[in-house]
């Protein structure tokens, strides 16, 4: 038993169950925002952003997240390298958990999108289940890819002594920085219960 | 597929947002959840405590956030020379160098954002508690579950454990007072949220407007 097969829709602020008519589209009585039995547009904004995020991945992993100049020499730093660095020099534990946070998992949520949007649009009644809990999964861990773009912020904060040493923020923080903010919108923008519209049809 | 509401009788209809399943609803009892039996997605949250609990963790992660903005965060020292910074000192460090993007992405997750979704949070469950129809309750109330997803102040800690770990080689690193209270911070904001179910707030205000 679906809201939709009633004609009724969830509000998606408040989560109020409304009715809804038969043509134009009705606000939300509760919270005033405006009710739709599905997210409007969702497939073409998700993949626009998905796109956008995709393109913008190439530079985020080639150019430089950071550079150190210390006494005239500078070293620079992409995402990759960076994370090869704390496996020599530092614990591998802490290693691993930025490799996970970002190299695996910009590029897990990546596929995963285009998967759940492929699906979505060859209407699948596969897997359901799966599917939701993988959307699910995308939706918390994406968040966490932010942690390079902090740490490169921190060590531009306390690395500035002179010309001693300094870090210097580079043009690959910026492209990923775009990289996690796009996948987290493409996320926010699909909406699950796609996944569920096609049940019944073979 | 025929799904059966896990928690039966009737009073509120509830459609699961994740897969769009109806379901009709006795009021939950404190401390349960109802979850969708079709997709496994949380319905409805009753968190124990109440409200009370509510405002009380909103009020100490408060306090706890102007703490960890108004000490010196980290101190790196170099054969003597000292160089000091603050959680805001991250972005402005950004928009020195001239990333001002992102700076502004900096700041929104790690103090705008926090502070935002900390004070807003507290004012509609002190409204709703307080039975004063305060206004803009609603206007916050529904931006709360939009703004959630970008507070990184748990990622943020773990983007200063690396620090520490790249700059513990060369330097020798000093932890300042508002780093305490930023951990602090992330616990208290934790169970905060585990306290707040916006849904939840939203049937009471719906009552409230009713009686």
Known sequence: MRARDFGLASC???????????????HCPRCASPVHSRKVNSLSTSWALL?????????????PVMSVVSFGKRQSDTILSGVIYLFVHGDWPLALIVFVASVLVPLLKMIALTYLLVTVQRKSYLRHQQRTRLYRIVELVGRWSMVDIFVVALLAALVNIGNLATIEPGAGAIAFTTVVVLTMLAAANFDPRLIWDHQGEK | MQCQPRNSPATTLVACHECDSLYRFEPLVPGATARCGCCGAVLLRYPRGGLT????????????????????FLTLEISGRQEVTTILGASIALYRQGMGEL?????????????????????????????????????????????????MLDVFMLGVLVAFVKLGNMATMHVGLSLYAFVGLILVSAAASAAFDPHMLWQQLDYRKKS
Not at chain 2, 54 to 68: E, R
Not at chain 2, 118 to 144: A, K
């Open chain 1, 51 to 63: 796109l956008a995020a995709m393109i913008a991945y190439v530079p985020a992993n080639l150019f």
């Open chain 1, 12 to 26: 998606h602020t408040c989560g109020l169950v409304v009715k809804l008519p038969a043509v134009g589209h009705v």
């Open chain 2, 53 to 72: 609990r509510a405002i009380a963790l909103y009020t100490t992660a408060l306090l706890l956030l102007l703490l960890a903005n108004a000490f010196p």
């Open chain 2, 103 to 151: 700076a502004v992405v900096v700041l929104i997750t790690t103090v705008l954002g926090p502070a935002l979704l900390i004070s807003s949070s507290l004012y509609v469950t002190f409204s709703v508690h307080m039975r004063r129809y305060l206004p803009f309750t609603r206007t916050l109330l529904s931006w709360i579950s939009d703004l959630a997803p970008w507070v």
